[in-house]
């Protein structure tokens, strides 16, 4: 039979608060309700109501099935590939709960970080004539003095957890001589539970420090022991475990900078402390 489909008007207003109009899905970028008031937004249940939907569980309540806790908001085509249940194995309860936190979490240090007004960073003032020297050398890519200072504005705005993993995938690609990241390794280094790492891992790929190529296109995805086909081109928990990781041309400037330092503990001085006078002794 399944549950009644009743969600109280109080508990579609706290979703769609919290929500900060975006997706919740791991690296979906889709806005809900547009500027043209357009609204593509689809509440879905984590546990579902009707008795053949994904991760039904015939011990609950209507109340409980209607609950803000079981419900997470999504765009249409999120909705339909956490819904599918031949992807119930990937996209658990707990999985789904976890994403809709972390989501939900970001949205609301983003406004809190609105309310902060951060030092203005004078990159410009050093001379990284030297990083622009070896990394033209080694790489196909010209970059020039402007770009280098970009990319070191953009690594002081991101905040010391992200910074960290920079710091943890720059040592161990230029140590390496590789371009490639061992993800897994990388993590059993790092103090973040995977959840935390996934969502690192999606906003260093949005700022193009790194990129996935594996699982990279619409249709990528892997077939199960079963025979069903997942899609996973959205999903950063199993692209971050699974997927092919190597850095892009903003990540190979963190490595020409660590290479042409006298160490490690200078590297780290210079992203985790965000002391720009390390660049002096370049």
């Known amino acids: ?145 402007s770009y280098v200072h970009k990319i070191i504005k953009q690594i002081y705005s991101l905040n010391i957890a992200i910074r960290s993993v920079v710091y943890g995938i720059t040592v161990q690609c230029a140590n390496n001589m590789s371009e490639y990241i061992d993800v897994q390794r990388l993590h059993a280094s790092v103090n973040l539970d995977i959840y935390q790492y996934a969502e690192i891992f999606m906003l260093l790929a949005k700022e193009k420090v790194v990129e996935e190529t594996r699982y990279d296109g619409p249709m990528a995805g892997y077939e199960d022991e079963y025979g069903d086909f997942h899609f996973v081109q959205n999903d950063y928990l199993f692209r971050t475990t699974q997927g092919t990781w190597r850095l892009r041309k903003r990540g190979k400037v963190f490595v020409v900078i660590y290479r042409l330092l006298s160490g490690a503990d200078d590297f780290y001085d210079f992203v985790i402390n965000n002391n720009l006078d390390v660049l002096m002794k370049i």
């Open 1 to 145: 039979m399944g549950y009644r489909r009743n969600i109280k008007e109080s508990t579609r207003r706290m979703l769609y608060a919290r929500s900060g109009n975006m997706c919740a899905m791991y690296g979906c970028n889709n806005v809900l309700i547009n500027e043209n008031t357009s609204n593509i937004s689809e509440i879905c249940h984590i546990e579902a109501v009707n008795d053949d939907g994904a991760r039904y569980n015939d011990n609950l309540t209507d109340e409980e099935v209607n609950s803000y806790d079981n419900l997470v908001l999504l765009c249409p085509r999120c909705h339909a590939i956490v819904d599918n249940k031949a992807n119930e194995s990937i996209y658990t309860v707990e999985y789904l709960k976890e994403m809709k936190r972390i989501h939900e979490q970001q949205i609301y240090d983003a406004l809190m970080a609105q309310t902060v007004i951060s030092p203005p960073v004078h990159v410009e003032t050093y001379n990284v004539d030297r990083i622009v020297t070896y990394f033209n050398n080694v790489y196909e890519k010209n970059i020039d003095a």
